[in-house]
């Protein structure tokens, strides 16, 4: 007779145990000899040895499962026991990297493209990642749930969430009410993400905690960040100087993922931004990693793609045209 103590601790013992033991009940059927006990974050397992080393091996696999997906459904949860008409997962299957987070309802968030699939697997590989691409590919949608991810997986103790408050080419003026109410509509796109992934009221502890904070990026000089996974939006319209401040920002046990699009800057025309920079100087360093998005990635409106390949293909022609007209000055020029 053999006993063995598993901890959940790593995952939430409700996705494990199932609403009214829906799922536990499918464990305990799947090893009937077994004595199978659930004490708040422990499973009590107790039987013949190779019994109880086969139900640990299975257990396990649904607890890493939990802690890379947070949430496995009843049919997957039989698949990994190894149900006899559903079939047993496949390895791949296990270890797949596409579900990044449950949201509230069930909702699942996952990388949907190839690249935001890369950018996944580069931040996994990377403390600092920068993901660059048009609107509407995901760049910080993708970001914000593997910061999420990170969270529930205990692999860091807070997120920091900023990007640069600038006016996307508008003049907003004086703006009423209090610091959170006058940075607020610079960071929306983030709290909507948030909403996306984490339920209401668990999210406004987080915020209230400071558990997830959010800030302009004048707000981070100075600071040290730490056991954190810290996201930088927007970061096309930060300058050299501001990038540098921020990634000099990171500390121990921390990771970041700074997006933008290049094609989007809304500086002042004597400001340039430190995006492309940064791309240039810091691409060769260990640990930090690059991806670029496209308009393949666009996962908003169908037209959204075409109106990025019309800017795209305009944009080339002015820059032609322009190229022409230098040479028409050189020329003039030279003859005179």
Known sequence: ??????????????????????????????????????????????????EVESASVKINQIISYLERNGHVSENYFSRILGDDELGELTAEELS????????????????????QKLMTTTSDKNDITFAIGPAGTGKTYTAVALAVRALKNKAVRKIILTRPAVEAGENLGFLPGDLKEKIDPYLRPLYDALDDMIPADKLNYYMTNRVIEVAPLAYMRGRTLDNAFIILDEAQNTTDLQLKMFLTRIGANAKAIITGDITQIDLPKNMKSGLAKAERILSNIDGIGFIKLDESDVVRHRLVKQIIRAYDKAQVEEEKQEEAEKEQRRNKYRSE
């Open 96 to 115: 797949s990297g596409d579900v990044l987070v449950f949201g509230p309802n069930g909702k699942v968030i996952r990388a949907k493209t190839p690249n």
């Open 1 to 50: 007779m053999t006993e063995i103590i598993i901890n959940l601790e790593t995952i939430n013992p409700i996705e494990f145990v199932g609403v009214n033991n829906s799922k536990f009940d499918i464990l305990k059927k799947r090893f009937p000899s077994l004595k199978i006990l659930s004490r708040g974050t422990q499973l009590k397992v107790s039987g013949k040895p190779e």
